[in-house]
């Protein structure tokens, strides 16, 4: 009985601390206003710590915009009833502003004291802020399906919430992700007659991760590009039929940018085409060890640079969440320089051919 009672208390003191607390402020994005401007939904939720029932100020650099209080949630999302409209010209889709959660407030009808008790705090108010004796601004119970022409407007609104499963995630615009592949063999060589043996390895890996990031305005020209960046460690080893055996060694890093010519890089729920360049740098080593054909010469190594790029395409994939996956296949060239041997010979390699990548990617 007791360990079930620490566990209660356990989970709402979790949750109290995931609250956002009087006065702490929060960045967000208009995602959809009614047309009265009374009604506005917003990219922050429950996971951001906002609490159905929270009163909040929503300003910007010129000052405050609008009162409201949070009457619909859900993790991603949250839709606030305004009671106090400072300026509607700023309350438009796309809109960024700062939201500060303050104490619910009891505005008192004589007006020659309104902009004195307005800012004076009752109590947190946890419900509809009618029910708190907050008198609302005209128009702001456009939620109510019965009401006048902006109820048709608010049933879209409070439908985008239910569903929980925005179709955009403009506000997530950075990603990380990954690729891995990897292919470890051991190899070993032998003659007939057992006289002569060679043990080696017959080995691939590529281990990728990247960064990009994408512009948040979807309605300005550049908001089909992306900028990226990956950093890659690679390596393969060979073994011949004879025993000798081979190594390559490649770090690199490049630089790129994406573009997504059909649907928008925010969509969710459906497959994104996109085209991809990029320019890549990177630092290269090469060794080589004899078998049978030369059993007593000397193993070589060589260091050098690479420079190259790479064209391609592919799609991506995302869930409201931020989770989401990626495939692109490109077309690849490295041009290696290495620094001249004993003999002062200087070698230069060129790699090329097409690649294919499928990695796991998160939007933040």
Not at 13 to 32: G, Y
Not at 78 to 103: C, E, K
Not at 105 to 120: F, G, N, P
Not at 249 to 267: L, R
């Amino acid at each position: 009985m007791h360990s079930k009672l620490i566990f209660i208390l356990m989970i709402l003191i979790s949750f109290k601390a995931l609250a956002l607390e009087i006065d702490e402020k929060l960045t967000v994005r208009v995602l959809k206003t009614s047309e009265t401007r009374k009604t506005i939904l917003v990219n922050r939720g429950t996971e951001d710590g906002l609490t159905e029932g929270e009163h909040a100020k929503f300003y910007v650099t010129a000052g405050v915009v609008a009162r409201a209080a949070c009457v619909r949630i859900s993790p991603t999302r949250s839709v606030w009833t305004v009671y106090r409209l400072v300026n509607a010209d700023l309350i438009v889709n796309d809109a960024v502003m700062t939201l500060r959660v303050t104490p619910a407030v009891k505005i008192t009808q004589d007006e020659s004291k309104t902009l004195v008790q307005e800012d004076q705090p009752s109590q947190v108010g946890l419900g509809d802020p009618a029910g708190l004796g907050i008198p609302l601004a005209e128009g702001a119970n456009d939620l109510n399906p019965e009401g006048a022409a902006a109820g048709a407007d608010s049933q879209e609104l409070r439908a985008m919430l239910e569903s929980a499963e925005p179709t955009s995630i403009a506000e997530r615009n950075r990603e990380v992700f990954a690729a891995v592949m990897i292919s470890s063999l051991a190899s070993k060589t032998e003659t007939d007659t057992g006289s002569n043996s060679f043990t080696g390895g017959q080995s691939y890996y590529n281990l990728t991760a990247g960064f990009e990031y994408y512009p948040q305005r979807e309605k300005e020209w550049y908001s089909r590009f992306s900028l990226v960046g990956t950093a890659s460690l690679i390596k393969e080893t060979s073994s011949a039929y004879q025993g000798a055996q081979s190594e390559n060694n490649t770090t690199e890093v490049s630089a790129g940018i994406n573009w997504h010519p059909g649907k928008m890089p925010s969509t969710t729920n459906t497959l994104i085409p996109y085209l991809h360049a990029s320019t890549n740098y990177s630092m290269v080593s090469s060794s080589y060890t004899p078998g049978l054909e030369n059993p007593t010469g000397d193993a070589v190594k060589a260091t050098g640079t690479g420079q190259g790029f790479a064209v391609g395409g592919g799609f991506k994939y995302y869930l409201s969440r931020g989770f989401g996956a990626r495939f692109w296949a490109d077309y690849y060239i490295r041009n290696e320089h290495y620094n001249s041997d004993e003999a002062d010979r200087v070698f230069n390699r060129t790699v090329s051919g097409p690649r294919i990548f499928l990695s796991l990617a998160y939007r933040f």
